[in-house]
């Protein structure tokens, strides 16, 4: 193994590991009220691509972060979209078209 793969499976374990709290207190709290919509939207479209980027690369380090970090991010990311809607009065389900 390659110095190069070692750092990006260490950069890899530690920007992925970082997303865990955030993701264990929020699955544990259902408060995602400090949590920005368009920020982990963006974030999460951010990981996708250089999942993609690695996968054209072919560079291992890449895909096993990336692939770890999208789950995590999409699960944040979900229960947002769950629980934001619950603490605004729309029961899961309900477009907000729907609202009178």
Known sequence: ?????????????LTTAALVPQVWRTFR???VSG????????FTIGIAVWLAYG??????PMLVA??????????????KLRY?????????????TQQR
């Open 84 to 96: 934001g809607r619950q603490r605004l009065g729309y029961p899961v389900g309900h477009g907000r």
């Open 55 to 60: 996968f054209l690369l072919k560079e291992m």
């Open 35 to 42: 949590i920005s919509l368009r920020m982990y939207t963006i």
């Open 29 to 31: 709290t259902k408060d």
């Open 66 to 79: 990336n692939s770890v970090s999208l789950v995590l991010a999409c699960t944040v990311l979900a229960m």
């Open 1 to 13: 193994m390659q110095a190069s793969d070692i750092l990006g499976y260490l950069a890899g374990t």
